[in-house]
């Protein structure tokens, strides 16, 4: 008898407990979903908003794009506000759509601030901080669509800055998709800051008992010839560094268009070595038991 009516306490105890546990779930559950309006409209007004906006971007993206490769000097300036529009327009869409899908009474309000606060904790971080990233990135502009940079272990063209991530382009043609968290983390380098022009550096090695003067006069006279170097407006400078085994020529310069910097490098290295050749201007040569690595010094093996 007492061990029944033990187990009939426990059980209308047990009963107890686990409907009042369930009323207190079923309470706090109506907190959090009351002012909520997850229903089929609003579903289907947040995919065409998302599709709209995507619609939009992508043709103001177009639209600015073609126009900026048509304007010359002012092709950065006006690749920059690609940038800005696409934040201003999903920003505007990202309100549109919490505001159709919440009521932001002050009950409703706190409980989706914890909700929020908890996506954001489990599984949205990374995508929040590639948006700030971005949001840091058109405010503060390290650099800009269209710059050459260096991002970390990777230099080329920006070709995007998107909400989550800055896509570049390298000389051999290789896109790289960059999350914009790493702006916080890696160091960024601009080659021209948001200008069209951009020093660029050429160097030559010529052996140690070769003509410098003489060699140095055709590196001037190849930079002068180019027609991709501003001549007028900045100064050209050519440097020579004794190194093991060579010497150095240096050419500093500047090129009127950024994108240039690769052919007019090559170009002045084409002519400059063609003239060294007539010259008899030799290249280093290296002893056998030579105990660095050419490669370190530029020097050709």
């Given at each position: 008898m007492v061990q029944e009516?033990?187990?009939g306490a426990l059980q209308n105890v047990t009963s107890e407990a686990v409907s009042g546990a369930v009323s207190m779930v079923s309470k706090d559950t109506g907190v959090v979903m009351e002012g909520i309006r997850l229903t089929f409209e609003t579903v289907a007004y947040a995919i065409l908003l998302v599709i709209g906006a995507w619609i939009l971007v992508w043709a103001l993206t177009k639209v600015l794009t073609f126009l900026s490769e048509q304007v010359g000097e002012k092709r950065i300036m006006i690749?920059?506000?690609i940038p800005l529009i696409k934040l201003l327009i999903w920003i505007v869409v990202i309100f549109l759509i919490i505001t159709s899908i919440v009521d932001f009474s002050s009950v409703n309000l706190l409980a989706f601030s914890g909700l929020l606060g908890a996506a954001l904790g489990f599984g949205l971080k990374d995508v929040v901080g590639d948006f700030v990233g971005g949001i840091a990135i058109i405010i503060e502009q390290?650099?800009?669509v269209g710059d050459k940079i260096y991002f970390g272990d990777t230099y080329g063209e920006v070709k995007d800055i998107g909400i989550r991530a800055t896509r570049i382009i390298t000389p051999d043609d290789t896109e790289y998709s960059i999350p914009n968290y790493k702006?916080?983390?890696?160091?960024v380098g601009s080659s021209n800051s948001g200008k069209m022009e951009m020093m660029i550096v050429v160097d030559l090695y010529v052996h140690p008992g070769a003509d410098t003067e003489?060699?140095?006069d055709i590196v001037r006279e190849a930079i002068i010839s180019s027609p991709s170097v501003i001549v007028k407006k900045h100064l050209s400078t050519v440097l020579v560094t004794d190194m093991p085994y060579a010497r150095r020529i240096r050419a500093k310069m500047y090129v009127l268009d950024l994108r240039d910097e690769f052919e007019c490098g090559f170009d002045i290295t084409?002519?400059?070595?063609?003239?060294?050749?007539?010259?008899?201007?030799?290249l280093p040569v290296l002893?056998?038991?030579?105990?660095?690595?050419?490669?370190?010094?530029?020097?050709?093996?």
């Open positions: 009516s033990v187990q690749k920059m506000i390290p650099f800009k702006v916080f983390t890696d160091s003489k060699g140095v084409r002519r400059t070595w063609t003239a060294f050749n007539k010259a008899g201007i030799r002893p056998a038991d030579c105990a660095f690595d050419p490669r370190d010094y530029g020097v050709p093996s």
